[in-house]
């Protein structure tokens, strides 16, 4: 008698479950089924479940498939789920190939290859729940998003573009996406929402060309390097009756949004002063960093997370902007920038740097006391409220799961599904702002050169 395990969340539920427990349930006599209980699913950073425990149990009892059901409760709980119910087999999809070769020690564990694109039937009877994505460009940030798409509920990976199309197709390959494409049009064909990583200074035609086919756009930061440009996208966008996000992940991370909230409280009095820095050192001229064609430095490479803390708590309209500057002589690209902005009654610097290192920290100092956020800033996890008297300090821990790109596309696929349609973290405003900003420093306005 060969005992079978295995688990998951299995919200809307879908072929592509149906077919892994089935193929699951043929390794074995028996097959028990784990479905997480949504206290883990939030513990273990899965983002946007629709249904309830009892909803996705009933998913899974009506398959007539498992044996039996239970509830994954918490972390380490598949080990003694395998000695408890005497597993032969832990069997659970390719998306986490290796995630679980820890388990070997107890019994043998199987990947079974996902299901590749849900049928366009389901998709329709689940009133388009079930977003697919494609993924255009096949660089760093679309493996990464990739890996973290898989924590987020109610979407599919449906295909991939690139220019080269045996690059697309390696790619889709490697990460078991359907299609893969080298003509855009064609690829939109067979998506709702795009996810846009290419180079700077392709974001606005690859967003405009897929908002004028009526496809959802999650743009990569900067979303263009001018604030017409970002104008002209975002009404594009609403006349299509499209989304349209910049993907700055720190804008939708739920640490970011309560220092928000809470430095708008008055808790350090008015604001005066906002200091950010985000540095990446980067040695490797020959990257695309340093390619001043492709629009690279370090200005627009990593300027909007500072420029977003300061619009997010000062908002996009200070009286005075300038820039310091160091201008890498070899490439022509910015290495280490600072931008001053100076609003009625407050002064911030965004200072970022690929050729300089420096802590990168956010300081917010108000008239009451100030709040310090260690680095790396942007991906808040902590930070602490500071006063005079040291005995007040309040320190405030929060989750930020690996890359936190799962926030934004979470975000991103609920503003589809018209849930928080107006009022996701990043607006319209302030990309319009990061790319005003971007484009004074581009033109030379108020910029000394080091
Ligand atoms: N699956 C699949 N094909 C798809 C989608 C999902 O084969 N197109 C598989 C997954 O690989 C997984 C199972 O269906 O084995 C359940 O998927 P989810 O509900 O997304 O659950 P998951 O987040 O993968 O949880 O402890 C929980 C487990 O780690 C897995």
Redesign the pocket.
Known sequence: MKTVI??????LF????K???ERAKKLGDRLIV?V?SDF??QQ?G?LNVYQSCAKRIENVKQTGLADQIIV?EEEGQ?ISDIQQYNVDIF??????LG??DYLKEYCDVIY???????SSTELRLKQNKIIRIGIVGTGRISSRFVRES??V?GL?LEAVYARNIDKAKAFAETNEIPKAFSDYIEFLENVDAVYIAVPHHVHYDYSRVALNNKKNVLCEKPLTLNATQATELFAIAKANNCILMEAVKTAYAPAFDRLVSITKSGIIGDIKAIDATFTKLITDKTLREYDYNQCGGAFSELGTYPLLIIAKLLGVTPSHVSFLTEIDKETGVDVFTRANLIYRKAICSATVGIGVKKEGDLCIAGTKGYIYVPAPWWKTEYFEIRFEDLRLTRKYFFKFDEDGLRYELASFIRAINGINKNKYMLNERDSVFFAQIMENFKKGTNVTNL
Not at 6 to 11: A, I, N, S, V, W
Not at 14 to 17: P, V
């Open positions: 295995t688990y998951g969340t299995f919200d879908h072929s592509g479950h077919r892994l427990l784990g997480t883990y699913d273990r899965k994954e598949k069997a659970i999809g390719s998306d986490w995630k679980f079974l290859p996902r299901t590749q694109g849900i898989k924590y509920s599919e």
